[in-house]
């Protein structure tokens, strides 16, 4: 069990700010600076209103006119420049602060183990990434400047304030908790509903996504009415939830704006009548009026900002399950041995959770160098077996062992196991970059004279050279869409540049056509002379040559031997053989008579 206390909410931000926090402190210094240069203006226009207004007939008087003004400019200066590099050190230091987040965000999943990424949907974990790290970003980068910003503000205006004049400021401050409470009890009482209006933007666009990447699907099953009713549910929806907030919001704004109003109008009352009995200067009515004016914006965004903030918990929580993630570790020994001995599954049981057992006591060895082949139905574990060769999963201690030349694999570290091991799956993944480079995806530096080898041996170089742009041709949505069969070839090629000792082929052929299929494996056993090579298939044809084939069925070994072994005995792979040669002969005379 892992008794590592977890970090708090505020550790996990703060090892962001790393390198960066710095950035933050100077962006608040410099908003210091511009609220107080902004502080000063009011003061300028009391001082004038009471003390130059009198005598701007007379030199004196205009002197100290001039002045004035050339204060209010120097204020007005300062406060642009302060204002300027606040915001500047705050994007600043907010691009560091996101920049981190994504760096370790990126490079801890990329060493998730794989059944972490099996149990987590790529949507949800891509949600985290975006959306919880935005609001993550809007809390430390905005929301938590802002508060300061305001609090700020508000002690220096309020101190200020009282200053001039107690009774006055004391009717201002009133409204304060009304203002702030109001829009603050406001804003946590809809956040559902803004959540709820979330929820439906991201249904819509997940009906948007799902309908462009699996457009045939649809075109094919002529699920188009189907499809659009479904959209037009949920856009209508999502415009619903939005025209309800819409109303709310305006409700809101109507009641603040006349909260305010009524606070301008006590404050200017009270200020009028105070003037009135000489409590209070008109210099200082006015400096009041001005203060309490640019308090107002910020006071009521507070409120808002407080009950916001209270939902980056939330994100920095969904965030933290992620990056609390355990990495792949190296458990044992982390041996780099050569990789061309035999490879031994020795009472292999295995189950991916404690009620399905996938493998059952399975024994067999791979003769090093051999061709060996696998046949079983489906869903009989076939490819668990090459997920626990290639270690994307352990096998508990207690549960058989696997070696390779006599060392158990899970002392061979993962990388070096990985990288030795060449799999080519039945859906190859091929990134959306040129056909040479996702070829050379495994190369330092890529040598066009080995692409192009590797592709002839994939019998795929023919089907390059077509397209326009040959292997600089880009694949996927930008590019040309490879047909399944080209996809696989290019993935075999991808896997031939490993030059691995052990190379699997996991129904990777299914996709091409059977005399391809043979002139694929005839070229590779050629190439790859000394490599141990697995093959998974339904075909028997493409297994016949194998030195050894295993027949499973429901995890467990029920038939071993050559292709001859194999059909000179009952069982399944006998019937399997009949059922394809007769459906083949079928085929070959249906071809006859036509
Ligand atoms: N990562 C996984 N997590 C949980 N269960 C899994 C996982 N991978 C496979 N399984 C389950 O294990 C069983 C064996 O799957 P496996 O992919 O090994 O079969 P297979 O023989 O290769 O099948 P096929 O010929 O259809 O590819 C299936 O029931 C499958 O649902």
């Not at 006119?65 to 600043?92: E, P, Q, R, W």
């Not at 200082?284 to 006071?299: D, G, K, M, R």
């Not at 493998?359 to 791979?366: G, K, N, V, Y």
Request: with cysteine; glycine share 8%; net charge negative.
């Amino acid at each position: 069990m892992n008794t590592e206390k977890k970090p708090g909410k505020f550790q996990v931000i703060f090892r962001f700010l790393k390198g960066s926090f710095y950035l933050f402190v100077l962006s608040l210094v410099f908003s210091v600076l511009f609220t107080a240069c902004n502080a000063l203006t009011p003061q300028i226009i009391r001082y004038a209103v009471d003390h130059i207004l009198t005598g701007v007939g007379d030199s004196y008087g205009r002197h100290l006119l001039f002045l004035a003004a050339g204060a209010v400019l120097v204020a007005a200066i300062l406060s642009g420049i302060f204002n300027y590099f606040s915001k500047m050190t705050l994007a600043k230091g907010s691009e560091n602060f996101m920049k981190n987040i994504r760096d370790t965000l990126f490079h801890h999943i990329e060493k998730l183990p794989f059944a972490w990424h099996v149990r987590h949907q790529t949507g949800e974990i891509i949600q985290r990434c975006t959306s919880d790290v935005e609001v993550i970003r809007n809390f430390v980068c905005n929301q938590m400047p802002d508060v300061f910003r305001i609090v700020f503000l508000m002690v220096l205006y309020l101190g200020i304030m009282f200053s001039m004049n107690v009774k006055l400021s004391l009717v201002a401050a009133a409204f304060i908790p009304v203002i702030v409470g109001y829009s603050g009890f406001f804003y946590s009482k809809i956040g559902d509903r803004f959540m709820k209006a979330d929820e439906a933007e991201g249904a819509l666009s997940s009906t948007v996504q799902e309908n462009l990447t699996g457009v045939r699907v649809v075109r094919a099953f002529g699920r188009e009415k189907f499809e659009i009713d479904r959209f037009d549910e949920r856009n209508e929806r999502f415009a619903g939830l939005w025209i309800k907030l819409g109303g709310i919001m305006s409700a809101y704004w109507a009641t603040g704006d006349f909260i305010t109003g009524i606070q301008i109008l006590t404050v200017l009352v009270t200020g009028t009548v105070l003037v009135v009995h000489q409590e209070l200067t008109l210099g200082e009515f006015l400096a009041f009026v001005s203060y309490n004016s640019s308090l107002t914006w910020p006071i009521r965004s507070l409120g808002r900002i407080l009950s916001d903030m209270s939902k980056a918990g939330v994100s920095v929580e969904r965030v933290a399950y992620i990056l609390d993630a355990e990495e792949e570790k190296e458990e044992g020994k982390a041996l780099q041995p050569p990789l061309d001995g035999d490879i031994c599954f020795e009472h292999v049981t295995f189950a991916y959770d404690e009620e399905h057992p996938i493998l059952e006591d399975m024994s067999f060895t791979i003769p090093a160098g051999s061709t060996f082949g696998i046949l079983g139905s489906t869903g009989s574990g076939k490819s668990t077996l090459m997920h626990l060769l290639n270690r994307l999963y352990d096998l508990p201690p207690g549960n058989g062992r696997i070696t390779i030349g006599g060392v158990d694999i899970r002392d061979i570290k993962r990388e070096y196991l990985r990288a030795h091991i060449g799999m080519v799956l039945q859906e190859p993944f091929l990134f959306s970059r040129s056909i040479g480079e996702n070829i050379s995806i495994t190369e330092e530096t890529p040598h066009e004279e080995r692409i192009h080898h590797a592709a002839e041996i994939a019998c795929v170089d023919e089907a390059i050279e077509h397209f326009t742009d040959g292997y600089n041709t880009i694949v996927g949505e930008r590019g040309v869409t490879l047909s399944g069969g080209q996809k696989q070839r290019v993935a075999i090629a991808r896997t031939l540049m490993m030059k691995a000792p052990i190379l699997v082929f996991d129904d990777s052929l299914s996709a091409v056509d059977a005399e391809t299929d043979a002139k694929i494996r005839h070229a590779l056993k050629a190439e790859m002379e000394k490599a141990t090579v697995l093959l998974i298939s339904h075909r028997i044809n493409s297994l016949k040559q194998a030195d050894l084939i295993l027949v499973m069925d429901k995890g467990k070994i029920c038939e071993l031997g050559t292709h001859e072994e194999l059909i000179s005995q009952e069982g399944i792979y006998k019937d399997i053989y009949e059922i394809q040669m007769n459906s083949d002969i079928r085929v070959m005379e249906g071809g006859k008579k036509a």
